[in-house]
């Protein structure tokens, strides 16, 4: 068997494929890295969401009641029923 002497292309060609395919890698983590993060905070975005609409669900709730509008209307609002006389606690 006869061994060339020179340049051996075929080694060449597999460096350059085989670091190739290790860019492609490197890259595709990397994006999948970026995505998971992205998710993770639009997951805590959406559970802030959620219990911010669950607090104003309550909300909406308690104020369907005719006692508790009046409770605001008199404790907060400071108004008062005809015939009433509205008083404040001095501080």
Same mark, same amino acid.
């Not at 061994?3 to 075929?10: D, S, V």
């Not at 905070?41 to 219990?51: D, P, S």
């Given at each position: 068997m006869k @061994? !060339? @002497?020179?340049? &051996?292309?075929?080694a060449l060609f597999m460096i350059v494929v085989v670091a190739y395919f290790a860019t492609v890698i490197i890259s595709q983590q990397m994006h999948l890295s970026h995505v998971s993060e992205t998710q993770h %905070? #639009? &997951? @805590? !975005? %959406?559970? #802030? #969401?959620? @219990?911010e609409n669950e607090k104003l669900r309550k909300e909406y709730e308690e104020l369907q009641d005719l006692g508790n509008i009046e409770k605001i209307a008199r404790e907060d609002l400071g108004l008062a029923k005809d015939g009433e006389l509205p008083y404040q606690i001095s501080r």
């Open positions: @061994k !060339r @002497k020179g340049f &051996n292309w075929f %905070l #639009a &997951n @805590k !975005r %959406l559970e #802030a #969401a959620q @219990k």
